[in-house]
């Protein structure tokens, strides 16, 4: 029997990015330290763990401006509806998603991720996998199916308030195997603490 593929870290990582020297100094006047090696292609999906706070918000903005890092990310489409505050999170990058009947929105963005390769587009997908604050039983599944089924890498964002560190810790190239994915992606999150530790989700999928 063929073992699973297992995951493979991407250490060439020669996409940099010109940031706000403004935000960073706000980070470090917060004494937050940002973590940023670049990347190693132009798309790929950008997982954020964990996600226990309202504070999480602003932290992850100040980290994107700071790098320079334009990203699509998804959000209910409740948060759109406000005419203002919907077009100031369109103009961030988000997407609404309706979470009762969200169909589709996989698959649109494996097809995107493809068009965005062959263009040479960056492309980059930021999302919390617990999908919640509130504590859940583990990760939704959206944000590996499009790193696997598009062959982009998955990109570790660390949001670690114990030590107030915040960017890019690793990136991986998936082997497709969920079981061993998710145990790789888990020891690389170890020891990361959010705001409200107890409301984080286990690492594996829900």
């Known amino acids: 029997m063929t073992p699973p593929a297992a995951p493979v870290e991407l250490t060439e990582r020669p996409v940099q990015?010109?940031?706000s020297r403004l935000a960073r100094m706000v980070l470090r006047l917060l004494g937050w330290q940002l973590l940023w090696d670049g990347l190693p292609t132009?798309?790929?999906?950008?997982?954020?763990y964990p996600h226990t706070s309202n504070w999480d918000f602003p932290v992850g903005l100040l980290a994107k401006w700071a790098l320079g890092l334009h990203v699509t990310f998804?959000?209910?489409?409740?948060?759109f509806r406000p005419p203002l505050f919907g077009r100031w999170m369109r103009w961030l990058g988000g997407v609404p998603v309706d979470r009762a009947n969200p169909k589709g929105i996989v698959p649109d963005m494996v097809a995107r991720m493809r068009g965005a390769r062959e263009r040479g587009d960056f492309l980059w997908?930021?999302?919390?996998?617990?999908?919640?604050r509130?504590?859940?039983?583990?990760w939704r599944s959206g944000f590996y199916r499009v790193a696997v089924e598009a062959g982009v890498p998955l990109?570790?964002?660390?949001?670690?308030f114990g030590r107030k560190r915040v960017?890019?810790?690793?990136?991986?190239q998936l082997g497709g195997n969920a079981e061993t994915d998710m145990a790789e992606i888990a020891r690389r999150?170890?020891?990361?603490?959010?705001?409200?530790?107890?409301?984080?989700?286990p690492i594996k999928l829900a």
Do not use: C, I, Y
């Open 74 to 79: 998804w959000g209910k489409d409740t948060l």
């Open 17 to 19: 990015l010109r940031g």
């Open 155 to 160: 990109a570790l964002v660390h949001l670690d």
């Open 125 to 132: 997908l930021a999302l919390a996998p617990e999908g919640t």
């Open 42 to 48: 132009r798309q790929g999906v950008l997982a954020v």
């Open 167 to 172: 960017g890019v810790h690793s990136v991986l």
């Open 134 to 138: 509130s504590a859940g039983t583990g």
């Open 189 to 201: 999150f170890d020891g990361v603490r959010g705001r409200r530790p107890e409301l984080a989700a």
